[in-house]
């Protein structure tokens, strides 16, 4: 059955790129659907994704605007008692070229990344589509929706969200044993990204290079290389504070610096500080936020002697590293 992808970060993108390929070799069809507000600037790539001739269409919609009209401009009543119906309206007043699509979406599998308020469109829409979760991140396998939230919202008529809803008959993730929610857990099947990198030809792997451009960016350095990749844990919840956050990077670039590596700094696509100001005395090469790490895999000949990160779930992402410094979640609680 055809498949359609709603996204909403540059590791989306990636996921969806190597999906829409494997899709092609089955004759499956595919439309790639980017909520534009869930990354500032994403819609860069709406043009680049069209040439690579694996989507059907590749269309951007705001999710987040629809979510701020159901809360500001819908009565109580209607926030409370037609919550569904509501939002179906006011995503589509605000949208309506998704609406140019909706043969399309109706006979097609749909596949949401994070499943939260900003994608509730899609199951109240097609209630009776199958449904897939994809993996967001490390959030996918440790974050649990409460009960009561749940509860009332199914009360509501409303979706449950986060993978928990009935539509939902399967979540893709890397690591399927490690999802910690039991309900989460028997939905889930393995999600093999590197069985999907090795299916695609050097012509294929040479058309998403070009894509996203990475022969304009300087990874060719035959010196020993430190790749870092920076979160945006402020914003995500953790209790650290900026000058915490600049120490604990500082240290990584003064490692591999000590080991005579150059430094590549990739900011997350989200990243509140501005450490491109921070460390512009450091000589460090800045990777742009919107660039999708994991497009490196693509090139064999880009290899990183070290990656360090405090929690980043890409850095496991990489194929072409060497030794990984992961400090994890509670180094922050130390």
Do not use: W
Not at 9 to 28: A, F, G, Q, R
Not at 154 to 159: A, L, S, Y
Not at 204 to 217: R, V
Not at 276 to 297: A, G, H, R, T
């Amino acid at each position: 059955m055809n498949q359609v992808y709603v996204i909403d970060s540059v590791y989306h993108i990636y996921v969806s790129v190597l999906l829409s390929y494997e899709n092609k070799s089955t004759n499956k069809k595919t439309l790639l659907l980017i909520n534009e507000e869930g990354t500032a600037g994403i819609d860069i790539y709406i043009e680049p994704l069209k040439q690579l001739k694996t989507f059907e269409d590749v269309v951007s919609f705001k999710g987040a605007s629809a979510v701020n009209a159901l809360k500001k401009e819908a009565s109580k009543f209607d926030s409370l008692f037609r919550r569904s119906s509501t939002l179906k309206k006011v995503f589509e007043q605000i949208n309506p070229q998704v609406k140019d699509y909706h043969n399309f979406i109706a006979n097609a599998e749909i596949n949401l990344f994070h499943i939260i308020m900003s994608k509730a469109y899609f199951l109240v829409k097609y209630p009776k589509n199958k449904f897939r979760m994809l993996e967001e991140g490390i959030g996918t396998y440790t974050k649990k929706a409460r009960k009561t939230r749940r509860f009332k919202r199914k009360v509501m008529g409303f979706p449950q969200l986060m993978g928990y809803d009935k539509q939902v008959e399967e979540i893709l993730v890397q690591e399927p044993e490690k999802m910690i929610d039991a309900k989460l857990r028997s939905k889930s099947l393995k999600l093999d990204l590197g069985y999907l990198l090795n299916r695609l030809s050097d012509t294929e792997k040479k058309a998403i290079i070009g894509a996203f451009e990475l022969g304009n960016l300087d990874f060719y350095s035959k010196n020993k290389k430190a790749l870092i990749l920076t979160q945006p844990l402020i914003k995500s919840g953790f209790k650290v504070s900026p000058e915490e956050l600049i120490s604990i990077y500082k240290n990584f670039i003064d490692t591999a610096r000590s080991k005579g590596m150059e430094v590549y700094f990739k900011l997350h696509p989200r990243e509140e500080i501005d450490y491109e100001s921070v460390f512009k005395n450091e000589k460090i090469k800045i990777i742009p936020k919107l660039f999708p790490i994991e497009v490196l895999n693509m090139d064999s000949s880009i290899y990183f002697d070290e990656a360090h990160t405090i929690c980043s779930g890409a850095i496991f992402n990489l194929k072409h590293v060497g030794e990984i410094n992961f400090l994890g979640m509670d180094y922050l609680n130390k």
